[in-house]
């Protein structure tokens, strides 16, 4: 069966530092990967998809950025975190296809302080 | 723009009764709509998927229905029980991959 792992769960970081989350997804291969982020009491904003390693689309301008390195592996990185950056970190993965459910992880909880 | 809009943030409802969300969109042409169910902190979790050419689908206490001239979906919950307290989100497959979601309902069910 499938499994999405995302990590770390929970993050305190200062304005300005790096930021690095990764997600790995086991027993599929060449998934649609996704990364979203929830505000407090907010909806889940897509900011990058992936259809395959490589492959990045960005949905909002902003200072984080993706990439994926291995077919499973999706990774969220900053240069300079910002105090907006706080947030509900999702990652996600679909089969291939136009009807696919979505896995979610179980999440990271940034904070910038 | 395209937009998903979930008109009710929060519902409350007595224990027993039908509980129902709805999700509207706008410059969407979507061959399919997914809802989900979040509770507090985690990832949401999958629930239906309704294609274009159902009306209705159903599972257990669960319906939904897709109306693609009102671009409306109907989320229904019967004989609501206090365990289905969370929020409820309506997703859509916007091209190439992409899926976005609506802001969610928080619907509380009171005992």
């Known amino acids: 069966s499938q499994t999405i792992h995302q990590w770390p769960a929970t993050l305190v970081q200062p304005v300005g530092s790096p930021l690095s989350l990764e997600c790995t997804v086991e027993g599929t291969s060449n998934p649609n990967l996704y990364w979203y982020r929830q505000a407090a009491g907010r909806g889940l904003q897509l900011l990058f998809y992936?259809?395959?390693?490589?492959?990045i689309s960005s949905e909002v301008p902003q200072n984080l950025s993706a990439s994926r390195p291995q077919d499973r592996q999706f990774i969220l990185s900053s240069k300079k975190l910002l105090l907006s950056d706080s947030g509900f970190y999702l990652c996600a993965w679909s089969m291939t296809g136009f009807d696919s459910p979505l896995h979610f992880g179980n999440g990271t909880r940034l904070t910038v302080t | 723009s395209q937009k998903i809009e979930q008109n009710s943030e929060a519902l409350n409802i007595q224990e027993g009764k039908t509980a129902t969300l709805t999700c509207n969109y706008t410059?969407?042409?979507?061959?399919?709509l997914q809802w989900y169910r979040q509770d507090p902190g985690r990832g949401p979790v999958f629930l239906l998927l309704?294609?274009?050419?159902?009306k209705e689908k159903r599972k257990e206490r669960l319906k939904v229905t897709f109306d693609t001239t009102l671009k409306q979906s109907l989320f229904h919950i019967t004989a609501s029980q206090p365990a289905d307290s969370a929020t409820y989100l309506c997703a859509l497959f916007g091209g190439y991959q992409k899926v976005t979601f609506g802001t969610g309902t928080k619907l509380q069910v009171i005992p």
């Open positions: 410059n969407y042409s979507p061959a399919y």
């Open positions: 992936s259809v395959g390693i490589g492959q």
């Open positions: 309704i294609r274009e050419n159902e």
